[in-house]
């Protein structure tokens, strides 16, 4: 596919990765194999909550193949896995941040926690020995739902946390909020629990890690969507390593949705020990592994209000949140439901005034943190179910609800923080509305019945935060480190490219889009582009893949050095043409001097930056290389509306989608059919916490009672409909490429619309409340329940 | 998965004696057993692999009954003409086994002799009262079955064919579990060559078990409503994170009532 105008952008170019990953050529972590390689199992604990009285390793240390175990005892001098975000609770204190040991010390806090790591000659030999390692467990009682955690008399995890009191924050004017609900004609009130998710990557995390003694140093390759604040946390925070002495490769990495995003004790364990064995070793989680230690997302229980005037317009919201932290504080576990959550409360609307205070709690359960979304489904969740309900109470129609409360003026300061840039929502409602043929819903309502179905319509029209942000903004909110993205552009003599990026790409499709961007701006075939990223090693620096930042964050940065290229590449060209540098124009790959036809190709200008005989050395350096750093002025604000349609068997509870719609304002889309596909991954993830998924544990024994497939139900692909998708456009006003943000709408903007049309379909027999997910048990209940109070 | 000592039996005669030898256990298609033992939740120290054994295999019509051998898979039970033919109900069941792997490593004398409470093949065995046959005797349907996990088998007797009386009407519907897609309840509905009704439940309980109110109901009027008028006692169901012992008895008689559709 050639370049046409404007390039290769707006072009659903296929996927240059596809051919490598749809072939089997690959490289995961676990496809590399380094010389001498030893394998790694964790001893974990079957208990939820226990005292550690003794481990004795010395039957498991004479098992065939043995190399090493270590139990925390051995970690001398190896500090917990840092906190990144500090939050500060109304009474102004500081979270509170209780050790996060890398292997247990004297306790273990929820069912999966590593106490032990065997190094063995081979996997199953390690899994053997394993076996071997006695640990004797005073069981203790333990609580697994944060409410309850909260709550006089609940086990106690940690002693520093008294209560498992982790912190509580408040966002917004409580004064104003409530002067408002005072002078309402209606207030909607709504308890809701947003349902805990198992984030089940394709590929469960692996490291391998390795130590070199001619040099001392490390190299970690390790399933991570951010390796260079892996190496920071690790090497600065944990094991006092000079970073320099550390190198981390997160090469192909089989899915994330946040789970990736975090310091986790296994591969920092495998760093420490490496050296100590003088081997490199690997681990490679075995599935059960994943549903115990991977991060969680979710978990909240809320209580939300709606104050609203007689026409239906919006005064004021409260919400009250509890949120789960887990057992320790994961990477990123605290700005989730505080600092990505309140201040999305706003959503489309001009509701004046927001107060939120979220609690957050510890509980004996795998930590939580940010999960496809991260804070930003919850609160869509929260402002989307409550706008149905008030639209229901007050009988307003669903889709004029939310024209009458709209923000159509730009840009608009929330009461909740955030500075909205640009957006157009009666556009993106529109086009959902036209999508989901909204007038030809009555009919087949009616055709429905006819066949004893229930059929129900659930509007969503969600706004998101992305593009996470500005460094001062955020460290000034509590975030220890920068949010800002680096690329560097090199081009080689020859005049092809390769970019180094600080985002990582585990099936976000980086290496097209990107090389789209270079490739237009520079006026060359995308075949002469290649992008690379996952390798401390290579590339400068970068805080990586999350929050639907790699684009608007590190697609900016590449064109940042991207423009210095071409302004170095003007200097060169005024020099060989003997033109003034202000007369030279950059055009479809060619430096023109202006009026004239006389010209040099990119190609040219590259050869002679390398090749530098006719060349201003006194002026310039010679080379073609450049990077920059990109730290943006502001979020970006992607926005839509999902509508969508179920039909719902009475006899058996069961829940189809028949349609689901979504008009998305990405701002300008560099590769339609990529997007597209983060759309659909994007709504079947949500679809999949709303209709299917469900984290359980037992409230007694704090075991995990869905650790599997058997019981953990995923979405597959006879779950969801063929997807109806648009776009429409209002470019960013804060990076050049006016780009906003795709990769994690879907799963922010569906959850509300599906559970509404539940609600829609269910009102007729008197089902008014429904938790996710909508299993066909839990619709049966309801239907039974809403029958018997009738 | 532990290390595990593999033979293979040329006859069910001998693969019998190699089990009591050994106090290993028979390899059938593995979908139970190896991902049993994969999870070390299973640990066999002999597997007797029944792969090559040639009175295992085959699909043959024998006057008004169908034999399956044990060995055979699911994917070419449900590909059968034979199947298709003289009992259509068995062809569909087994197309909606699982998922494509399952039913092409699978066997139906496996299924049976492994009798997971949620399998499907065991409600067709029970459904059509069939006979399953061992290298030692014939066993009932009726007195197959013993409880969740448990046959009539004894440790080292293997199951050579099913004998299946070709019904006048059957079909077999299942409500799958949303996680798993193992029946969350599954129904075989049979009116047989005698008139008689017979209503086999999988899913619902530790393990299958005839539904005797629907075959009653159904006896009267072999038709939708009647299955789904009859009321099933939630007593004795399984009750768990999945359904409710209600929401179970709640549903045989509905899934009860597809399967009359279908049949």
Request: net charge negative; aromatic share 6%; proline share 5%.
């Amino acid at each position: 596919m050639g370049a046409n105008e404007s390039g290769y952008i707006g072009q659903s170019l296929r996927r240059k990765e596809d051919r490598r990953f749809l072939t089997g050529a690959g490289q995961y972590t676990d496809d590399v194999t380094l010389p001498h390689q030893t394998h790694a199992y964790f001893v974990r604990s079957p208990h939820a909550h226990a005292k550690i009285r003794s481990i004795d390793t010395s039957k498991a240390a004479k098992a065939p193949g043995v190399v090493a175990i270590y139990t925390g005892g051995d970690l001398e001098g190896v500090g917990g896995l840092p906190c990144g975000w500090l939050i500060t609770s109304v009474d102004g204190t500081p979270m509170k941040e209780p050790p996060h040991p890398v292997l247990a010390k004297g306790k273990v806090r929820h069912v999966g926690d590593q106490v032990a790591l065997v190094v063995a000659e081979t996997r199953n030999q390690a899994k053997d020995a394993a076996e071997l390692v006695d640990v004797d467990y005073e069981v203790l009682p333990a609580v697994t739902n944060p409410v309850e955690a909260l709550a006089p008399g609940a086990p106690q995890i940690h002693d520093e946390a008294p209560g498992n009191h982790c912190y509580t924050w408040a966002l917004g004017d409580k004064g104003a909020v409530d002067a408002a609900f005072a002078k309402a004609a209606h207030v909607t009130k709504l308890d809701l629990v947003n349902n805990r998710l198992i984030p089940n990557a394709i590929e469960p995390r692996a490291a391998l890690a390795s130590h070199s003694a001619s040099d001392d140093s490390y190299t970690l390759y390790v399933t991570s969507q951010n390796p260079h604040v892996e190496r920071l946390l690790m090497a600065a925070f944990v094991l006092g390593l000079p970073e320099h002495k550390l190198r981390v490769i997160a090469p192909d990495v089989g899915g994330g949705f946040g789970s990736k995003i975090y310091l986790y004790a296994e591969e920092t364990a495998l760093v420490w020990a490496s050296k100590r064995v003088g081997r490199p070793i690997k681990w490679v989680a075995e599935r059960s592994e994943s549903f115990l230690t991977d991060a969680h997302g979710r978990d909240h229980v809320t209580h939300a209000e709606l104050a609203l005037d007689k026409d239906g317009r919006f005064l004021a919201m409260r919400v009250n949140t509890t949120a789960a932290m887990g057992a320790y504080l994961s990477t990123f576990a605290s700005c989730i439901p505080t600092i990505l959550y309140a201040t999305l409360l706003a959503g489309q609307y001009t509701t004046p005034a927001i107060h939120c205070e979220v609690k957050a709690a510890f509980t004996n359960t795998a930590p939580v943190d940010a999960y496809r979304g991260a804070g930003r489904p919850e609160a869509t969740y929260v402002v989307e179910r409550i706008v149905r309900e008030a639209a229901v109470e007050m009988g307003i129609a669903q889709d004029e609800i939310r024209r009458r409360n709209f923000i159509r003026t730009f840009p608009y300061q929330t009461p909740v923080a955030l500075m909205y840039d640009t957006g157009n929502y009666d556009q993106t409602l529109d086009g959902a509305s036209e999508l989901a043929d909204v007038k030809g819903f009555t009919a087949r309502k009616a055709e429905a019945a006819k066949r004893g179905k229930l059929r129900g319509l659930g509007y969503s029209s969600y706004i998101e935060a992305c593009g996470l942000a500005p460094s001062n903004i955020a460290g000034a909110l509590g975030a220890r480190a920068g949010l800002f993205e680096a690329g560097q552009v090199r081009v080689n003599p020859t005049g092809s490219v390769t970019v180094f990026t600080g985002s990582h790409s585990h099936g976000q499709g980086h290496e097209t889009t990107f090389a789209q961007i270079v490739a237009t701006r520079l006026g060359i075939p995308v075949d002469n582009v290649d992008v690379v990223h996952g390798d401390t090693g290579r590339v400068a620096f970068g805080m990586g893949t999350y929050g639907s930042r790699s684009l608007a964050v590190g697609g900016t940065a590449i064109v940042k050095a991207l423009d210095k290229i071409v302004g170095k590449g003007r200097k060169i060209a005024a020099h060989l043409l003997e033109a003034a540098e202000s007369d030279i124009e950059f055009k479809d790959g060619k430096f023109t001097v202006a009026g004239t036809d006389r010209s040099k190709t990119f190609g040219e200008i590259a050869l002679t930056a390398y090749v530098p005989h006719n060349y201003p050395l006194d002026k310039l350096e010679p080379g073609l290389d450049e990077t920059a750093f990109y730290d943006p002025t502001n979020f970006t604000f992607p926005a839509g509306t999902h509508i969508c349609e179920v039909e719902i068997d009475p006899d058996t509870g069961v829940v189809e989608v028949v349609r689901f719609s979504a008009c998305d304002d990405f701002g300008n889309i560099v590769n339609p059919m990529i997007v597209e596909g983060q759309v659909h991954g994007g709504l079947t993830q949500g679809i999949g916490q709303a209709l299917l998924e469900a984290c359980v544990y037992d409230p007694e024994s704090g075991q995990l009672l869905t650790g599997s497939y058997m019981d953990y139900a995923m979405p597959r692909a006879d779950d969801v409909p063929s997807y109806q998708v648009s776009t429409r456009v209002t470019p960013c006003t804060v990076n050049p490429l006016g780009t906003k943000g795709c990769g994690e709408a879907g799963a922010i903007g569906s959850p509300p619309a599906l559970i509404n049309a539940v609600l829609d379909a269910l009102a007729p027999v008197g089902v008014t409340h429904l938790d996710m997910p909508a299993t066909p048990h839990r619709v049966w209940q309801a239907i039974q329940s809403a029958k018997a109070a009738a | 998965m532990y290390a595990v000592e593999y033979q293979k039996a040329k006859s069910a005669t001998e693969a019998s004696g190699l089990i009591a030898k050994s106090g290993g256990k028979a390899l059938a298609g593995g979908q139970s057993l190896i991902a049993a033992m994969k999870l070390r939740l299973a640990q066999p120290g002999t597997l007797v692999d029944l792969a090559g054994i040639p009175e295992l295999a085959g699909i043959r019509v024998e006057g008004g009954a169908l034999a399956i051998g044990a060995m055979t898979r699911h994917a070419d039970i449900a590909s059968a003409a034979e199947v298709k033919r003289t009992i259509p109900a068995l062809a569909a069941l087994a197309e909606g086994i699982g998922d494509r792997q399952v039913r092409n490593m699978g066997t139906i004398g496996g299924s049976l002799a492994n009798n997971d409470p949620a399998a499907d093949w065991p409600a067709a065995v029970l459904g059509l009262g069939a006979t399953v046959v061992t290298h030692k005797r014939r066993i009932a349907a009726d007195d197959f079955f013993k409880g969740m996990y448990e046959t009539a088998l004894a440790a080292d007797e293997i199951i050579t064919a099913v004998s299946f009386p070709t019904p006048k009407k059957a079909a077999y519907a299942k409500f799958p579990n949303p996680a798993s897609r193992f029946a969350l309840v599954g129904v075989f509905v049979a009116q047989l060559g005698d008139g008689s009704v017979r209503v086999a439940v999988t899913g619902a309980a530790p393990s299958v078990f005839r539904a005797a109110s629907l075959e009653a109901a159904l006896a009267k009027s072999f038709t939708p409503d009647a299955a789904k008028a009859a009321r099933v006692d939630a007593a004795g169901l399984n009750n768990d994170l999945h359904a409710s012992a209600a929401y179970r008895a709640h549903l045989v008689p509905v899934i009860a009532s597809r399967a009359v559709a279908a049949a």
